[in-house]
């Protein structure tokens, strides 16, 4: 899957507008918090993933969604 069809997919999930971003195996959204809740709930309740994980990078100073590819 390219990574601008998974930020149109993320987009819609979303509903406002974030980065999306692969790096080192994982596919990363930055964005606001409910952006990110928002992918983090829809994924939460999927059975067909491995590792997910959301917070805020103290460092980027905005909020990240990751999805493992591994």
């Known amino acids: 899957m390219s ?34 809740l928002r992918l983090f709930h829809n994924y939460s309740y999927s059975g067909d993933v491995d590792s997910i994980d959301s917070n805020y990078s103290e460092n980027l100073k905005t909020w990240f969604f990751r999805l493992d590819t591994k």
């Open 3 to 36: 990574i601008d069809r998974m930020k149109n997919d993320w987009l819609a999930i979303a509903k406002e507008e974030i980065n999306v971003e692969y790096i080192d195996g994982a596919i990363y959204a930055f964005g606001s918090e409910l952006a990110i």
